[in-house]
Nanobody
Framework: QVQLVESGGGLVQAGGSLRLSCAAS????????MGWYRQAPGSQRELVAS???????NYADSVKGRFTISRDNAKKMAYLQMNSLNPEDTAVYYC??????????????WGQGTQVTVSS
């Protein structure tokens, strides 16, 4: 099992920045992918950014050039640096991880989410 705990959300004015963190714990062999998703009220959950264990990254078009995903494998952490925030970025942000368990099984895990609110 893998537990993911997000932190760093909050209220920020448009144009501001926030840094989200995701701490992973549990009994797993590796996290081959970590990512951030978000869900705004009345909308579907969408991918924001993802990063493989080889540090290959992928971003939603709406955040390219503004958000940066990174990870620290030794600390079992993932980060999302969010700059130039606008009200359309308001959502609950979820950490996601694809893990290889000690048994060799691949499984997908989610954190509880952290609220990001951008005021205009």
């Amino acid at each position: 099992q893998v537990q993911l705990v997000e932190s760093g959300g909050g209220l920020v004015q448009a144009g501001g920045s926030l840094r989200l963190s995701c701490a992973a714990s549990g009994n797993f062999f590796s996290l081959y992918r970590m990512g951030w998703y978000r869900q705004a009220p009345g909308s579907q959950r969408e991918l924001v950014a993802s990063i493989t264990d080889g540090t290959s990254t992928n971003y939603a078009d709406s955040v390219k050039g503004r958000f940066t995903i990174s990870r620290d494998n030794a600390k079992k952490m993932a980060y999302l640096q969010m700059n130039s925030l606008n009200p359309e970025d308001t959502a609950v942000y979820y950490c996601n991880a694809g893990a290889t368990l000690q048994t060799g099984v691949h499984s997908d895990y989610w954190g509880q989410g952290t609220q990001v609110t951008v005021s205009s």
